[in-house]
């Protein structure tokens, strides 16, 4: 039997059928040549960015004579140098601050850019090529002036993320490029005032919130230890930036880990201070909901290649004295820095140190578990006491859950798509994207029990928590974070712990495209900014052979979790190996004391030459 509208409309009905269609399609229609016509403006606004990054560097390469006139030898021992180590030679007149500089702008010139490793968005070599003459100058009428600044004569990079007069702050958006800083914000000008040269800005992922550093603007950053693995995020380019040499110390920011993956990916050192030491003012603003987030909110600290740098950086950034004398327009109204103080964790000769090796709400590989060990072990071989943790259940399974709980909480991406402005979003984003959008019946009633009936512990666990929630439930989570921070610094005040090592993250560096399915591997580290307490990253070793690459009773497995994690273990070998240090709120000192402890005995610099 034939179908006809007329046996089911009258012709005044199939009129108005035929015009709700055609408006439909009209509408379907409209928006995606809306759509198209925005992505095409930011494809070209990206490869403008992109070509004036190439030119300008090509300008600069012409105008400038990069000889440093030093011998091979000593412009070997700079890249592989210490900030102690390069004051040191320019105090001994070894080479000139501006000999130092085109040492490292030579390497980020033949390693950084988009031709080999890809890890920068922006350069300022000629500004910094003059400060360095400047001080130059300085130095040949009073060389104490070298050690009368924190950072005198040392070339700093800087994420680009943070407010640098004449520089855009992108966060890896489309909308956000040709709209440079008017002013220089908190911490680049802590730098200044500590005669730091900013010479370069780093690349990060689209958003700056994932752990692969890749946007539509500057591309994919690659890793210096394996090309074919991701160097971490948010603050991968600047990471990468130390592990390949081509800056002593930068600055990163860090919200679930964006300072201590990268560092992990990388194996260089990182320290993520907690809130209560430093302010949030200083970068450029992410939009709306995003920048309303006040149960979670992101932490300023440096990067580089030994502890003692990081300790110098945060000397800069915690400078009282230094911040007094910022124009007010740049300060935070609600912040005053409280200096470096080492004198009080000083006077316990013997600490008591705890040790976490796995949540198991994901289990890590055996070598993330054999570093834990053998920063234990150095501890011990320094007279400590070391412990291990044992949390409840309950609790151990909240300090997992947290952060993914209130970080999705607006529900359906809102706040990326408010920054996204029509740009398109990147494919690691893809999965948690359509999670969050999965309407909360659905999760709960559907999705999370077909994930339980096909063995999907692990998925079934974490999709119960990436949900949007009304102002009821979210106050109710608030409230459940509140308590388990207390519950947890409680364990280690009754147990007189001063400080806990963990992994580093969950696994080694993933190969390029995993962050889209191995979101939870960054557990290990949001669960330290759900706490909110200061965390320590620093290398430990490299991944060997066997059963470095296992992860214990999940070698056959159908836990799609699992699945992927054993597929990211494949060829893994020679990747770092980091751990974290932890301690109270406003230890940071704590951290870096127990860092620089294992550091002496691990020497992992010694043992693993940075590559490149």
């Given amino acids: 039997m034939n179908f006809r509208l007329q046996n089911w409309f009258s012709n005044k009905e199939q009129k108005y059928l035929f015009g709700a269609v055609g408006i439909f399609a009209l509408y379907g229609l409209t928006n995606f040549v809306s759509k198209y016509r925005i992505q095409r403006k930011y494809d070209k606004l990206c490869e403008r960015k992109r070509n004036e990054l190439k030119r300008s560097i090509q300008e600069f390469r012409e105008s400038q004579n990069l000889s440093t006139g030093l011998t091979s030898e000593l412009e070997k021992q700079i890249l592989n140098s210490t900030i102690a180590d390069i004051k040191k030679i ?7 601050v501006k000999q130092v500089l085109l040492v490292f702008i030579n390497r ?3 390693v950084a850019t988009s031709d080999n490793l890809n890890l920068i968005t922006d350069i300022n070599f000629a500004e910094a090529l003059l400060e360095a003459e400047k001080q130059d100058q300085e130095i040949s009428q009073d060389p104490q002036i070298i050690y009368k600044y924190d950072l005198f004569g040392i070339p700093v990079s800087v994420k680009d993320t943070y407010i640098h007069k004449g520089f855009d702050n992108t966060y890896g958006l489309a909308s956000r490029l040709f709209k440079p800083a008017s002013y220089d914000g908190i911490q680049v000008s802590l730098i200044k005032k500590a005669r730091g040269i900013i010479f370069v800005r780093s690349n990060l992922p689209q958003l700056a919130m994932t752990f692969e ?34 800056s002593i110390i930068g600055i990163g920011s860090d919200i679930g880990g964006s300072i201590r993956i990268p560092a992990a990916f990388c194996g260089v050192y990182g320290i993520k201070p907690g809130i209560g030491r430093q302010t949030e003012v200083g970068e450029g603003i992410i939009e709306k909901a995003a920048s309303g987030m006040i149960n979670i909110r992101p932490s300023k600290g440096p990067l580089g290649r030994s ?62 578990k054999r570093a834990v060990q053998e920063a234990c072990q150095a501890l011990v071989s320094k007279g400590h006491e070391i412990v291990q943790i044992n949390l409840e259940k309950e609790l151990e399974h909240e300090l997992a859950v947290a952060f993914p709980r209130l970080v999705a909480a ?19 984003y893809e999965l948690m994207e359509r999670g969050t959008k999965v309407p909360i019946f659905i999760q709960t009633y559907i999705l999370a029990p077909l994930l339980r009936i096909f063995g999907q512990k692990t998925l079934h666990v974490m999709s119960k928590q990436a949900h949007g929630l009304d102002v009821y439930q979210f106050l109710v989570n608030s409230g459940k ?44 580290t949001w669960i330290w900014n759900t706490v909110d307490v200061p965390a320590g990253s620093m290398p ?10 296992k992860i214990e009773g999940k070698e056959r497995t159908i836990d799609l979790v699992y699945v992927m994690m054993n597929q990211n273990m494949q060829n893994a ?12 709120p406003n230890q940071e000192e704590m951290v870096l004391r127990v860092m620089k402890e294992i550091e002496g005995v691990v020497k992992f610099n010694e043992k693993h030459p940075y590559p490149y």
């Fill in 90 to 96: 320019l105090f001994e007149k070894k080479a000139t």
């Fill in 108 to 110: 980020t010139l033949s």
């Fill in 213 to 246: 550093s890749i946007n539509r603007i500057f591309g994919r950053s690659l890793n210096p230890w394996n090309k074919d693995r991701a160097v971490g995020g948010s603050s991968g380019g600047e990471a990468a930036l130390q592990a390949a040499r081509c």
């Fill in 307 to 368: 502890v003692d740098d990081l300790t110098v950086m945060l000397r800069v950034l915690f400078n009282s004295k230094n911040y007094s004398e910022l124009p007010c327009s740049v300060q935070d109204p609600y912040w005053q820095p409280q200096d470096l103080d080492f004198t009080q964790n000083a006077k316990k000769d013997k600490l008591k140190i705890g040790y976490i090796e796995q949540f198991n709400d994901l289990l890590p590989p055996n070598c993330m």
């Fill in 410 to 428: 607006e529900g359906g991406f809102k706040s990326f798509e408010d920054n996204l402005q029509g740009e398109k979003i990147i494919e690691e």
């Fill in 481 to 524: 974070q509140k308590k388990m921070n207390f519950q947890f610094l409680q364990y280690l005040k009754s147990n007189s712990i001063d400080a806990v090592i963990v992994p580093g993250f969950g696994c080694p560096a993933v190969k390029h495209g995993a962050s889209k399915v191995l979101p939870l591997a960054a557990l290990y």
């Fill in 540 to 549: 430990i070793t490299r991944v060997q052979e066997g059963d470095d690459l």
């Fill in 573 to 584: 070998q020679g990747l770092p190996v980091n751990v974290q240090v932890i301690s109270y």
